[in-house]
DNA sequence: TTGTAAGCGTTATCAT
DNA sequence: ATGATAACGCTTACAA
């Protein structure tokens, strides 16, 4: 159980008496409050430069109940969009003196659970996460207060800010991108299933087709995992249908490569036999043939707001962090060639 | 300043007082070590179940000195490398009940020497890092006894272990795979200079000429920083050069995505007018036309290796963990079809 | 088996 | 301006 050399770690009270001073005094002039004299200040600030003194945050979050930490609870660090909002948070987090604890849930409301005790016990100051399921404890947390944000997906009732972005408009704006070019079978792969962000793509999806009178074919919405192998499953049994689809929404970025895959396997021509249009735009879309066209999500200023916000809430005062904000953000078509667009559309 | 609402934050002695019974009865019954009676145990975990206790895990690592938290600093969660081998590290991490706590330097050593401060600072008991530069605290707290591991990059004279990749063979094999199809004229796209990985890299390419007797250009070796802006800048100057280069070896991900696009907007065709090989074999390869060439490093591997190790390490006691040992990795080429392969070596 | 009390390294109050 | 002292919530040695 023995730590590491004990003699590089100095207290205050190593420094006060070296410099000869008492415990308080050089807490003071270290703290730099209370009054110390010019004369005892400079003894005591040279000696811990010299000492290299560091307080120990542990013993100062136990007084203080200010930990400078905060606890991101995500599902997968993996997913193209989750590591670039991580390092948005990441980046205003580090500007104001917070650093990150991160957890990944891969989508288990019990994990979620778990990492939500083990933060909280940790006292970290506030929390972000996006969640899989509902979660009576976080509720209590938020009800007494507890700094947190919601990210990416929303929650009814759920008396907290969250920021989420446009996930229907985002699928409406894709899928009618597919029917204005002519598609009217088409396939939906959807995130799983339950998940609010794979609920609101589906909708999306829907009024499209309604707005364009084109009839429902629920054979056509299938359900994936946000993971590569299920889409690429999926993408087979679309692909051996009677009736196959010939255009496809694909809900995320892994499974929108799990489709592609397998439409390079069994040696389909994007767009002639099938047209795709994916949610997330990774910075290989352009690389393929034909680039693809995809609904870029602004993950990186996702992060960067959610963690402000947080930062905000935990500055303010307990009952005052009751409120419920939802801050929407516009995702963006972004034409490219996989749909069959003709090339004067091309972007 | 005010956290939130108390009411809900139980500690021990609420749960003795509660029991009816002395703190240090409720402790031990809570702890689950040192003798307590049946009938006092049962009480007091009922009672600590009820309203819900939980341990304050920072009075508790003030006394125990452990926090059950390991550091984990790296240049960019961003960078598809490292992405994967923190997924390797948090899943072992988690197994045995620790949390990370994620820092990116961006390669700057400033930002490196601050975090390793806030983290010591803030007691993690481990750190796993992944160097850009030389320093001196870092070398200090080794020789304490302080348990870290190096990830990805060593440094020569740390007596800590380290879990790297062998980049020098790795991108001799990429260079030597070139080479046997025919190129001469071979470009490198190296990382950032001074940074070992890098070194590593440019070694293998210099070996992998000079056994081929082929003479070493110093206009085709080309910096970048790992990142994808540089990498399109560098590669347009390579296009730009009278004897331009008929092949690419590039160091990451990042940079063959930059690469790739401007030979892709100066309508070069690869394989045939520029050959190229990449650092990192990402999922997306194979969907291009043609599938990329790749070297593949085992990155989630990497990380729950380097974890492993460190948890081992902190479970030794001071002195012992003072061992210099390097876990060297193999990469392994991924011959698809962007060198000019025939199609028979197509995997 | 039980309870008392000390101690971890801070911060902060209150006499001096 | 200074220094003794309590407190944060836990673990744990020791006494009863």
Redesign the interface.
Request: hydrophobic letters at 40%; one cysteine or more; glycine letters at 4%.
């Given at each position: 159980?023995?730590?590491?050399?004990k003699?590089?770690k100095k207290t205050v009270e190593d420094v006060a008496r070296e410099s000869g001073v008492s415990k308080s005094v050089a807490a003071r002039a270290l703290g730099d409050y209370g009054s110390v004299s010019d004369e005892a200040r400079k003894r005591v600030l040279d000696v811990a430069k010299k000492v290299g003194y560091?307080?120990?945050?542990?013993?100062r979050?136990?007084k203080?109940?200010?930990?400078h930490?905060i606890g991101v609870i995500i599902s997968?660090?993996?997913t193209y969009f989750f590591?670039?909002v991580?390092?948005g948070i990441?980046?205003v987090a580090?500007q104001s003196g917070y650093?990150?604890?991160?957890?990944?849930t891969d989508e288990d409301p019990g994990n979620e659970n778990e990492y939500l005790?083990?933060?909280?016990?940790?006292?970290v100051d506030g929390l972000i996460i996006s969640l899989s399921g509902k979660n009576t404890y976080l509720k209590?947390?938020i009800?007494?207060?507890?700094?947190v944000v919601l990210l990416d997906r929303g929650v009814e009732g759920l008396e907290t800010t969250q920021v989420v972005v446009d996930n229907e408009s985002g699928a409406y704006e894709a899928v009618t991108h597919l029917i204005k070019l002519g598609h009217r079978r088409i396939a939906i792969i959807d995130g799983l299933a339950n998940i609010q962000t794979s609920e609101e793509r589906l909708k999306g999806y829907k009024r499209a087709l309604q707005d364009n009178h084109i009839p429902l074919d629920p054979r056509l919405i299938k359900y994936g995992d946000f993971k590569?192998n299920k889409a690429k499953e999926v993408t087979k049994e679309l692909l051996d249908m009677k009736n196959s689809p010939i255009a496809l929404f694909v809900a995320n970025e892994?499974m929108t490569?799990g489709a592609?895959?397998t439409l390079?396997k069994e040696n389909i021509t994007i767009p002639e036999e099938i047209a795709i249009v994916g949610f997330d735009d990774?910075?290989?879309g352009?690389?393929?043939?034909p680039p693809l066209t995809a609904v870029r999500q602004p993950a990186y200023s996702m992060g960067t707001m959610t963690c402000q916000t947080l930062l905000q809430k935990i500055n303010m005062?307990?009952r005052e962090?009751i409120v419920f904000e939802e801050l929407v953000l516009k995702p963006k078509l972004i034409i490219r060639q996989s749909c069959g667009e003709k090339l004067k559309e091309k972007i």
């Open positions: 159980m023995s730590h590491y050399d003699n590089l560091q307080p120990d945050q542990i013993a979050s136990l203080t109940k200010r930990t930490t997968d660090i993996t590591t670039s991580v390092r990441a980046d580090s650093d990150l604890v991160l957890c990944n005790k083990i933060l909280v016990s940790k006292s209590k947390l009800r007494a207060g507890f700094p590569m892994a490569i592609l895959l390079k990774p910075v290989w352009p690389l393929l043939t005062h307990g962090r």
